[in-house]
T-cell receptor, first 115, second 113 residues
Framework: EDQVTQSPEALRLQEGESSSLNCSYT??????LFWYRQDPGKGPEFLFT???AGEEKEKERLKATLTKKESFLHITAPKPEDSATYLC????????????????FGGGTRVLVKP | NAGVTQTPKFQVLKTGQSMTLQCAQD?????MYWYRQDPGMGLRLIYY???????DKGEVPNGYNVSRLNKREFSLRLESAAPSQTSVYFC????????????FGQGTRLTVV
């Protein structure tokens, strides 16, 4: 069974203070690792997909990296608008009948960036 | 382009009442999902539909039923609501046969009293 663990659960940063979020996973054959951002009262919003170890993706102040056991989401010089919960999810090769893109999510990291 | 639309956004039910949560997507996606999100539990898959005409149980299917009405619509039904079903429900969709991301609706906040 696929498992995803995110740490820390919560992170308080000063504006401009860079940091990293961790996503550790166990999966039977990784077919994709996904990062989402979720604002209070809203649905998760897609950020990145990573497919293989060594891959990196960037978007503004966010950079996602992937190894064989974990992924990191680096936030460089964050701004208050980066405050959100960041979710990590994996899709493995385990299939149930004609399964589609079944995702397993971690518990998320709540990030608060203070001005 | 609306993406994934869920209705209603908020609902309060009494224990034992039934209701149906509606979801529609306009991205021509084959796969659709229902998740629930609870504090400290993360997003957990209730049911999913890999394609029109098929549905399968996820991690926490007990107390729920689903209908894939057509390619666009995927509904979730609570036949006899229980307080343990108080949660935020999200519908999502993704392209099939491709390692692609899922797109989520805005959620339905359900309280069962």
């Amino acid at each position: 069974e696929d498992q995803v663990t995110q740490s820390p659960e919560a992170l308080r940063l000063q504006e401009g203070e860079s940091s990293s979020l961790n996503c550790s996973y166990t999966v039977s054959g990784l077919r994709g690792l996904f990062w989402y951002r979720q604002d209070p009262g809203k649905g998760p919003e897609f950020l990145f997909t990573l497919y293989s170890a060594g891959e990196e993706k960037e978007k503004e102040r966010l950079k996602a990296t992937l190894t064989k056991k974990e992924s990191f989401l680096h936030i460089t010089a964050p701004k208050p608008e980066d405050s959100a919960t960041y979710l990590c999810a994996v899709r493995g090769t385990f299939m149930i009948k004609a399964a589609g893109n079944k995702l397993t999510f971690g518990g998320g990291t709540r990030v608060l960036v203070k001005p | 382009n609306a993406g994934v639309t869920q209705t209603p956004k908020f609902q309060v039910l009494k224990t034992g009442q039934s209701m149906t949560l509606q979801c529609a997507q306009d991205m021509n996606h084959n796969s659709m999902y229902w998740y629930r999100q609870d504090p400290g539990m993360g997003l957990r898959l209730i049911y999913y539909s890999a394609s029109e005409g098929t549905t399968d149980k996820g991690e926490v299917p007990n107390g729920y039923n689903v209908s894939r009405l057509n390619k666009r619509e995927f509904s979730l039904r609570l036949e006899s609501a229980a307080p343990s079903q108080t949660s935020v429900y999200f519908c999502a969709s993704s392209a099939r046969d491709a390692i692609t991301e899922a797109f989520f609706g805005q959620g339905t906040r359900l309280t069962v009293v």
